[in-house]
C-alpha cells in the first residue's frame, strides 16, 4: 500500500485533455514539493514535473502539474499515443521523527489512449 | 552529458547480500547539493525507494528496509554502491539509481536499470 494514492488507470483519446490525481497527507504532499515521472513500457522512469508544476527541459508544454493541500494533480492536454504509459507521483515524506524524511511514491497510474 | 549505469549479479540466493553498483558520469558526487538514490520496481509492480546519499555523506533510507540497507560512495571512482543484506524471492526486481539535486530537481537522470532475481 502506498503512502500516496493514485489511481490504478486512466484514459483519453487523442486530442483530449485527461489529469491523474495523486493524494496524500500533511506530512508528504501537505508539506513538499510534489514531482510526477513518465514510465513508457520497458524503460527506465523519465522526470516530467518538479517542484508541483515546474517542467525539465524538453518536456512538452502539455504537461502541467498543480497543488492544493495534501492532493496533487497531472494534466496532459493535447493527448498522444505516445503518452501511454505509467504515471508516478513522488514526495519526500516527513512522518518518522527523528529520522530524516524518506521518499516516497505513489502506487502508479496506468494511461491508456484509446 | 549526465549518464548512470547499474551493476551488479542478474541472480542472487535468500539469504544472501547483494551488491549494486551505480557508475555515472557528467556530474561529481563531491559537488554541493548533488546525491544519488536506488529504487527498485518489482515486475509488473510500482516504483519503491530504497536509500540515497548526498555529496556531504548525509544518507536516507527508506525506513521499511533501513535495516537491510547499506549505501556509501566512492567520489574518486564516481560510483555509489548498495548492499541488501537477507535477500529475499520478494526482493526481485528491476533496480535503478538516479541523479538527484537537493531542494530542485529529483531523480531527473536515471541509469537503465539492472534485473535481480532471488532465487535457489
Known amino acids: 500500500q502506498s503512502v500516496l494514492t493514485q489511481p490504478p488507470s486512466a484514459s483519453g483519446t487523442p486530442g483530449q485533455r485527461v489529469t491523474i490525481s495523486c493524494s496524500g497527507s500533511s506530512s508528504n504532499i501537505g508539506s513538499n514539493y510534489v514531482y510526477w515521472y513518465q514510465q513508457l513500457p520497458g524503460r527506465a522512469p523519465k522526470l516530467l514535473i518538479y517542484?508541483?508544476?515546474q517542467r525539465p527541459p524538453g518536456v512538452p508544454g502539455r504537461f502541467s502539474g498543480s497543488k492544493s493541500g495534501t492532493s496533487a494533480s497531472l494534466a496532459i492536454s493535447g493527448l498522444r499515443s505516445e503518452d501511454e504509459a505509467d504515471y508516478y507521483c513522488?514526495?519526500?515524506?516527513?512522518?518518522?521523527?527523528?529520522?530524516?524524511?524518506?521518499?516516497?511514491f505513489g502506487g502508479g497510474t496506468k494511461l491508456t489512449v484509446l | 552529458q549526465i549518464t548512470l549505469k547499474e551493476s551488479g549479479p542478474t541472480l542472487v540466493k535468500p539469504t544472501q547480500t547483494l551488491t549494486l553498483t551505480c557508475t555515472f558520469s557528467?556530474?561529481?558526487?563531491?559537488?554541493?547539493?548533488?546525491?544519488v538514490g536506488w529504487i527498485r520496481q518489482p515486475p509488473g509492480e510500482a516504483l519503491e525507494w530504497l536509500a540515497l546519499?548526498?555529496?556531504?555523506?548525509?544518507?536516507r533510507y527508506s525506513p521499511s528496509l533501513k535495516s537491510r540497507l547499506t549505501i556509501t560512495k566512492d567520489t574518486s571512482k564516481n560510483q555509489v554502491v548498495l548492499i541488501m543484506t537477507n535477500m529475499d524471492p520478494v526482493d526481485t526486481a528491476t533496480y535503478f539509481c538516479a541523479h538527484s539535486i537537493v531542494g530542485a530537481t529529483a531523480f531527473d537522470y536515471w541509469g537503465q536499470g539492472t534485473l535481480v532475481t532471488v532465487s535457489s
Open positions: 546519499i548526498y555529496w556531504n555523506d548525509d544518507k
Open positions: 557528467g556530474f561529481s558526487l563531491s559537488t554541493s547539493a548533488v546525491g
Open positions: 517542484r508541483n508544476n
Open positions: 513522488a514526495a519526500w515524506d516527513d512522518t518518522t521523527p527523528p529520522d530524516p524524511p524518506n521518499w516516497v
